[in-house]
Structure formats: structure tokens, C-alpha cells
């Protein structure tokens, strides 16, 4: 928070190591005089690829600190069989878009995040026949169906992930209904002081019938019924002007763009 503050950006640490095998280490911290001044945090949802979010403390940069945690993280990442990184950076890091291009790392796409800034009591959900429900296991097969399409996961990526949900306790998963159909998905993330929604998804074949609007309204009310004053926030690829669009519409409003640059554990020695 300390660091955030500095430097004006908004990143999150979050200790809770989901999608973790036991023998995985997804969090490198550095210390000196037993004082944590910076950290290196892995995001593995994919076998393939690895997110990873950096913070060294402006009084510790430029000495080299980074390179000697990546060095870790890479051998990390190396031992897991993951082939390509992201670095995840804040547009408003002043050192980090620059520490990872200068890393040969390519720009790839980049992610608006947002924060719910609408009216806490009377949000309404006017279609009756747009239901949200937890999840459970016998939704997996038509859950992992619309995520396979909509999000171009394959078979195994999106059994991954609506797997996860069933086992991490601080994640739910909810399944969009309408008309009595499983349409869509939707999943609230606990984390720290807030609640982060994720995986929200519907159908193709339902798009265009107002049922995102009904479900991400509804999904808001659940969290709020939990704490009224709580942050709750998503992300949303700042090309995908649609999403955009509703996000805003339910009460959504921008906090900052995280730029993501990828770069292939292959070339690190």
C-alpha cells in the first residue's frame, strides 16, 4: 500500500496462491535487516503462461534487487515447464513499463481496471427471467461448454478453471439463468479488502438480450448484501468495447490500465 501510494498505482498483492500444486512457490520476497522492501508474485491459471506483478520500494531500485528475485522466479517457472511470462505493469509506473521493455519483453494488450461507483441501495433487477445461482458441480459440463466458446479456452484450460472454483474456498462461481438454461457464468473473488469479479461470460447464442446487464446487477447486489461499503472490481480488455459499455452502464467506473508485455522464458540464460 506504502508503494502504491508513491507511486500512484494500484496494484494488489494477494498471498492466497490460487492454482498452486503443492510443490509450487508462487511468491518471492526479498528483505533487508529483516524488512520486506520488495516481491515478485506468480499467476499461473494456465500451464502455459505466468503473470507476474513486481514491487520493489523506491529506495531499493536500481541496485539490481529485481533482476536478482526474476532470476528465482525464472528457475521457478522453468522447473513448472512454463514456456512464456507476463509482466504486469500499471500504465503509471514511472520504473516498471521501462525496467520490462528494456527486458526485451513485447507489448501485448492491455486491461482497464474498474470499481463499482453506483447507487449502493436500489439497484434493480427488472428481468424475472434472469436468475444467478452458485454453482455446483453437475453445472461443470455446460459451464466449461460456454467458456471453451466464448473465451477460446481449450478442453483442458476450461475445466481448469471452473475447477478451481469448486476447490478454492475464496472464490464462488455463479451460473447465469435464463428461462430455466444455464446461459452464462459469473465468479466473485475474495480478495483482501475486496471482492474482485471474474469469468463473466453468456452464451453467444444469448447475447443481445440484456441478460449481462441483469446478471452483473445482480452479482453487485450479492456483494454489497455482504458489505454494504465494500470495493468490488473487475478487469476488462480496453478493446472489448462492448464490455465496456455495460460495465459502465451497471455503475462500473475506470481506475487505471494495466499494460501486459510477454516475453519467453527461453530467452532468459
Not at 26 to 35: C, D, E, H, Q
Not at 99 to 107: D, K, N, P, R, T
Amino acid at each position: 500500500d506504502r508503494t502504491n501510494k508513491k507511486n500512484k498505482t494500484n496494484y494488489v498483492f494477494d498471498g492466497s496462491d490460487d492454482f498452486k500444486k503443492d510443490d509450487d512457490i508462487n511468491t518471492f520476497l526479498i528483505y533487508s535487516n529483516k524488512k520486506l522492501f520488495g516481491f515478485i508474485s506468480i499467476f499461473s491459471p494456465k500451464k502455459t503462461e505466468a503473470e507476474l506483478t513486481a514491487i520493489i520500494e523506491p529506495e531499493h531500485r536500481k541496485k539490481g534487487y529485481f533482476n536478482k528475485l526474476l532470476i528465482e522466479v525464472v528457475n521457478e517457472l522453468k522447473r513448472r515447464n512454463i514456456h512464456s511470462i507476463l509482466f504486469v505493469c500499471d500504465y503509471k509506473s514511472i520504473d516498471g513499463n521501462p525496467v520490462v521493455q528494456a527486458l526485451g519483453s513485447i507489448y501485448e494488450y492491455s486491461e482497464y481496471l474498474m470499481s463499482y461507483a453506483g447507487d449502493r441501495d436500489n439497484r434493480i433487477v427488472d428481468n424475472n427471467k434472469v436468475k444467478i445461482i452458485e454453482s455446483d458441480r453437475s453445472d461443470k459440463n455446460r459451464l466449461k461448454a460456454i467458456a471453451m466458446d466464448v473465451f477460446q479456452n481449450s478442453e483442458e484450460e476450461a475445466s481448469e478453471l471452473v475447477e478451481e472454483n469448486f476447490k478454492n474456498i475464496r472464490r464462488k462461481l455463479f451460473s447465469i439463468i435464463y428461462d430455466n438454461h444455464i446461459v452464462g457464468m459469473i465468479g466473485v473473488y475474495t480478495e483482501m479488502d475486496r471482492k474482485y469479479v471474474y469469468g463473466f461470460c453468456i452464451d453467444r447464442e444469448y447475447q443481445g438480450r440484456g441478460i449481462g446487464r441483469q446478471s452483473l446487477t445482480a452479482i453487485v447486489n450479492i456483494c454489497l448484501e455482504e458489505n454494504r461499503n465494500q470495493n468490488i472490481s473487475l478487469e476488462v480488455h480496453t478493446d472489448n468495447k462492448n464490455a465496456l459499455g455495460l460495465y459502465r452502464k451497471v455503475g462500473f467506473e475506470l481506475v487505471t490500465e494495466f499494460k501486459y508485455y510477454r516475453k519467453s522464458i527461453h530467452t532468459f540464460q
